[in-house]
């Protein structure tokens, strides 16, 4: 039953619900769908039960998803919230917000306090991939089925969660892989590498970085000169990248940035240096942000590889199709594709963010 206030026609509301669950008989391992069940309940053979068209719009009080966003760190995070706050909208869901500021302690904090005011459904990006388990222990055992949204956790318990939205970030750090593998077939001696890693322990981090290398190695031309954490952000791509370019100078010929905006940061780092971004150092970025696609109609950046960040339409629906108690699959990865020099200008031109 939910745990909501139901206004006027309370007593028949309530009635009302407690057949609508026991016709539906599916509580997809979570809590038993709420009042805001749809038009049609699935039963558990497959077929739809049809359920009163007319009901009382008093008896479907949004649906309260709680929300534990990792940060404000890129173009590509803000555009994600944006995103997850129209679909909310659009689709009449009550969306309860909080920002992380890149801690996994206030994303605890924030998914313990959506326990307490029962919301309907906790959907989570996280911010590092471990530590997860024993705070989605407790939003199991308070019977709120949880959504994880962009980036992937570790935990051995698969069933802490009901789906992850995501992308497939092995598979971006791959394409960028096979880029740079064609891009450079003709170019002879040591290619040095530079990589600009995410933030530490995060998902994309590990998986972008691993794809690349999993798809360069035994190449014996490439030789990584430098590797290191600039939090995704343009400020430590611009650092990092100054150093990295102290540090080994003109033997940097290739950097891979796991992200746009420190792509964008090391590019200015690069003109500081005097050197050419996209000429003298290839580079290869992931996200599709419009100042990227920008740089990259410029030549400033010679690949990006697409991560879709707008994940809200799915994230919203399949919290309502858990609260129709429908069964989702676990995994959704969103469509994506690369954008080279040539479509570059086309592209940024139509780029929301
Ligand atoms: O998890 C997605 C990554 O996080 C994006 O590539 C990056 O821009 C963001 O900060």
Not at 174 to 185: H, I, N, V
Not at 188 to 207: V, Y
Not at 304 to 322: D, H, M, R, S
Request: aromatic share 6%; hydrophobic share 40%.
């Amino acid at each position: 039953m939910n745990h909501r206030t139901i206004g006027v026609g309370s007593m028949i509301g309530a009635l009302f619900c407690a057949l609508l669950v026991i016709l539906s008989g599916c509580d997809n391992g979570q809590k038993s769908p709420a009042v805001s069940a749809p038009a049609v309940i699935p039963d558990r053979s497959g077929e739809l039960l049809s359920v009163a068209e007319d009901a009382d719009p008093v008896l479907t009080p949004p649906l309260v998803l709680g929300f534990s966003q990792l940060g404000t760190e890129s173009d590509w995070r803000l555009a994600n919230t944006e995103s997850i706050k129209e679909a909310a909208k659009e689709a009449g869901v009550e969306l309860r917000f909080e920002n992380a500021e890149q801690s996994q302690q206030k994303q605890i904090a924030a998914i313990r306090s959506f326990i307490e005011q029962k919301v309907d459904v906790i959907a989570i990006a996280p911010v590092i991939q471990s530590g997860w388990e024993p705070i989605l222990k407790e939003a199991k055992a308070a019977g709120i089925p949880v959504i994880i949204s962009d980036r992937s956790i570790d935990v051995a318990d698969s069933s802490l969660f009901v789906t992850f939205i995501g992308a497939d970030f092995y598979e971006e750090g791959r394409k960028a892989g096979k880029y740079l593998l064609d891009k450079t077939r003709d170019m002879t001696g040591t290619i040095g590498i530079a990589e600009l890693k995410g933030t530490e322990g995060s998902a994309p981090s590990i998986e972008r970085g691993k794809g690349f290398r999993d798809t360069i190695e035994g190449n014996s031309n490439f030789v990584y000169l430098e590797s290191d954490y600039a939090d995704f952000t343009f400020e430590q791509g611009k650092e990092t990248m100054r150093r990295f370019l102290r540090e080994k100078g003109k033997e940097i010929r290739v950097l891979f940035a796991h992200n746009d905006d420190m792509a964008l940061g090391a590019i200015e780092a690069i003109e500081e240096y005097g050197l050419r971004p996209g000429k003298d150092i290839v580079i290869i970025s992931v996200d599709g942000t419009r100042r990227a696609l920008e740089k990259l109609a410029e030549g400033k950046i010679n690949l990006v590889v697409e991560c879709n960040p707008l994940l809200g339409p799915n994230l919203i629906q399949a919290a309502t199709e858990i609260m129709q108690g429908r069964m989702l699959p676990k995994r959704i990865v969103p469509p994506e594709s690369v954008f080279t020099e040539q479509m570059a200008k086309r592209e940024a031109a139509k780029r929301k963010y």
